[in-house]
């Protein structure tokens, strides 16, 4: 059985402050998160995450990072390292975000190193992928899926036996023309570009792994339509941006996903 995952990206939103003022309120919900059979996950900017470990731990939120280098340490100015999440208590990190991958450069191999690097320090890597609007209407959402996993794929595949755990992975489908646009992608257009993720895995590195890795929807998830994304056999949760920067909709969104998993 998968866990399922709600896992908020804040993205550059939220000084130490205010993000302070969101774990106070989010104890409001600390029933809630507590009871739950599912994780849930705030992946905040770097400044935040040192003041937000405690408070979250206490209602069983995870935190994350939205971004890592893929060396542990060097002469990589402004750059933050794996090491350094850990010692936060950073339990995952998000890579190959779209708008990383459109603003910064990210290529494909670049984050399948920094998926390795996760992997090889214990931070789970949910790895995102998704087509512009030009390409699925070009009828590539497959294609471009592919290659945009095909390098992660390919380095796990190549890991010695001692092994990295595949399973630990995380792959995000986020569809770009659906972040933040409010219109979200059809529940079952979703499904199948996930089921079609899974396969992709089960052909490189076997059905056990694809069994157990998790493949998360995101684009415009809201507390509204959350349902309809994770009870798809294939979704095993959501990243949420905008509906995740407010402690009553991110509580919503865990409730929501709690009426299905328990
Ligand atoms: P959104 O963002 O929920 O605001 O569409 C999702 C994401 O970019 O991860």
């Known amino acids: 059985m998968r866990t399922k995952l709600v896992a908020g990206n804040w993205k550059m939103y939220k000084t130490l402050r205010e993000a302070r003022s969101f774990s106070e309120q989010l104890t409001e919900f600390a029933d809630l998160l507590l009871n739950t059979r599912h994780e849930s996950l705030i992946c905040a900017p770097f400044t935040a995450l040192f003041g937000l470990h405690d408070q979250l731990a206490q209602m069983h939120v995870k935190l994350g990072a939205q971004n890592m280098h893929e060396?542990?340490?060097?002469?990589?100015?402004?750059?933050?390292?794996?090491?350094?999440?850990?010692?936060?208590?950073?339990?995952?990190?998000?890579?190959?975000?779209?708008?990383?991958?459109?603003?910064?450069?990210?290529?494909?191999?670049?984050?399948?190193?920094?998926?390795?690097?996760?992997?090889?320090?214990?931070?789970t890597p949910i790895v995102c992928v998704g087509e512009t609007l030009e390409e699925r209407e070009a009828g590539a959402t497959r294609s471009v899926v592919s290659r945009q996993l095909g390098p992660v794929l390919q380095a796990l595949k190549s890991q010695s036996a001692k092994a990295l755990d595949a399973t630990a992975l995380v792959i995000a489908y986020e569809p770009i023309w659906a972040i933040g646009s409010g219109r979200s992608s059809e529940a079952k257009d979703a499904e199948e570009v996930a089921a079609w993720i899974r396969s992709l895995v089960t052909?490189?590195?076997?059905?056990?792994?694809?069994?157990?890795?998790?493949?998360?929807?995101?684009?415009?998830?809201?507390?509204?339509?959350?349902?309809?994304?994770?009870?798809?056999?294939?979704?095993?949760?959501?990243?949420?941006?905008?509906?995740?920067?407010?402690?009553?909709?991110?509580?919503?969104?865990v409730q929501q996903v709690a009426t299905i998993t328990s």
């Not at 060396?71 to 990383?100: D, N, W």
């Not at 994304?229 to 969104?253: H, M, R, T």
């Open 71 to 123: 060396m542990a340490e060097g002469a990589f100015t402004g750059e933050v390292s794996a090491p350094m999440l850990k010692e936060l208590q950073c339990e995952y990190v998000i890579l190959g975000h779209s708008e990383r991958r459109q603003y910064f450069a990210e290529s494909d191999d670049a984050v399948a190193r920094k998926a390795m690097t996760a992997l090889n320090q214990m931070l």
């Open 203 to 253: 052909a490189s590195l076997g059905s056990d792994a694809a069994s157990q890795v998790r493949v998360l929807y995101g684009g415009s998830v809201k507390p509204e339509n959350i349902v309809s994304y994770v009870e798809q056999p294939n979704i095993d949760g959501a990243l949420v941006g905008g509906a995740s920067l407010q402690p009553a909709s991110f509580a919503a969104l």
